[in-house]
């Protein structure tokens, strides 16, 4: 039963809304715009804040209803639950309708934290706000955001289960913000 919830977590994961969406409402691909992402964050830049808002709820449901669904098929099993919310954000990652070329993971990572450590979500989303706000760098608000996820998992979480999913999202999305990072290093990153 597991396998079919790890396969169910990732199809959720890699319905690439960002992509669907920018095609669908306006007509162009989001991935030959902005930054290339096919996340909220370059939704908004691309489609306007009302769009990136829908993105950004639809990648967060993604990850948190495959989550939910094996919280309640497979209760008490802190194990499966973490490994199904890591192939949410695998999906969202690496899509297979997209030649495994995917977002960064962060609003499926949180939909799934919301499911898992909700305390976890809550934290880093109202770090991402703040540091958004002033410094308006979204892959800066991210990896913080991820930090204080860490931290608060292990503070509050059921189960070593996900504060290890927590800690392994975070090495995930430094991953997936490599590019990222070599522009902070040089000074030149992107900015809402």
Known sequence: ML????????????????????RWLLGVDVRASGSGNIGATNVTRVAGKKLGAVVLLLDAVKGAVPVGLALHWLPGDALAHALVGLAAVLGHVYPVWLKLKGGKGVATALGVLCVLVPTAALAGAAIY????????????????????????????????????????????MLWTHRSNLQRLARRTEHRL
């Open 129 to 172: 706000g703040l540091v958004v706000a002033k410094w308006r760098v979204s892959s800066v608000g991210s990896l913080s955001a991820a930090v204080v996820a860490i931290v608060t998992a292990f503070l509050t979480a059921r189960s070593r289960d996900y504060v290890l999913l927590t800690a392994g999202l975070f090495v995930l």
């Open 3 to 22: 396998s079919a919830f790890l396969l169910l977590g990732y199809l959720c994961g890699s319905v690439p809304f960002g992509v669907l969406l920018t």
